[in-house]
């Protein structure tokens, strides 16, 4: 029963790190700008699958792990330029079905060029099992967990001690008095986008060796961290990480011991739960008039 246990508690930690990174994702676009991003899933499918098209090319893995980063970084840029900012000021409805349209260019970009068929990436330190009282931890769960917490520690390093990361506090609390101290807002915006792409190109490319990656896997990624970002309230770095974690312990718990049918519909139950008991979700602490 222990080893029951603690093999779906490894199974949640490792995908819930990956949830958590979309989380923080939608968290930074929506403080910087009101906007809830939906293309999010998407930098995730972009990182996994540019990692396996880089590492198919024979390139050294540090310069497989920074191209899939960077070019997603580059791709969210693109994307607030060319769909977000000349439309800035619209209503939310429509922020949202922009956000979901450039999800569909970049998922039919990516079918076209790759394929449709699935992918896969060598573990970055083998594939030899860590057994612990009776569960196996797969070395490349460690990587996932680890990395998620360097990048979790890293952004609160950037948004308490350096000059940008106030920047960027400073404008998710009131724009006009950001802008009005002197601080550009619109690179704010671009650095959002630029970051969120690439912490959930981070989370692709290290859940990829363990789940394989395709042109669509961003759908329901993309959605779990948005379950995860309002289950820990929307807008709360904190939360997002939490939530993340959280929802993929539960979802990972019920797979295990309800049915393995319920797996992708679990999130969304607890969704339901949250908004209904705590609107906020569990660490939301702001007045809520957005969407």
């Known amino acids: ?43 995730i499918m972009l990182g996994g699958m540019l990692a396996v098209w880089f590492s198919g090319l024979g390139l050294p893995l540090p310069v497989v792990l920074a191209l899939a980063v960077l070019i997603p970084a580059g ?4 994307m607030e330029k060319l769909s977000i900012e000349p439309i800035k000021g619209a209503e939310t409805v429509t922020l949202i079905i922009v956000t979901i349209g450039a999800s569909l260019v970049i ?6 060029w790759l394929g449709k068929g699935s992918h896969s990436l060598p573990p970055f330190s083998g594939d030899t099992p ?36 106030k920047a960027m506090l400073a404008t998710s609390c009131n724009r006009v008095a950001a802008e009005m101290v002197g601080i550009n807002t619109n ?47 929307l807008g709360n770095g904190l939360g997002a990480v939490v939530g993340g974690l959280l929802v993929g312990v539960i979802e990972a718990f019920g797979a295990g011991y309800l049915s393995s049918s319920y797996k992708d519909a679990i999130p969304f139950v607890l969704i339901l739960f949250i908004l209904f008991f705590l609107p906020r979700g569990l660490f939301g602490v702001k007045a809520t008039d957005r969407v």
């Open 1 to 43: 029963m222990l080893a029951q246990f603690l093999q779906h508690l490894f199974s949640g930690l490792t995908v819930g790190a990956t949830y958590a990174l979309a989380a923080l994702g939608f968290t930074l676009i929506y403080n910087a700008s009101n906007v809830i991003n939906f293309a999010q899933g998407e930098y």
């Open 75 to 78: 791709v969210g840029v693109l």
């Open 107 to 112: 998922r039919g970009a990516i079918q076209v």
């Open 130 to 165: 860590i057994l612990i009282f009776g569960a196996t931890l797969m070395p490349q769960s460690l990587w996932v967990l680890g990395v998620s917490a360097l990048v979790v520690l890293a952004l609160w390093y950037f948004f308490n001690r350096t000059l940008a990361g």
């Open 187 to 233: 690179w704010v915006l671009f650095m959002s986008f630029a970051l969120s792409a690439a912490l959930g190109a981070v989370g692709g490319i290290l859940i990829t060796p363990i789940t394989l990656t395709s042109f669509d896997v961003g759908i329901m990624l993309g959605l779990k961290g948005f379950v995860a970002a309002v289950v820990g309230g």
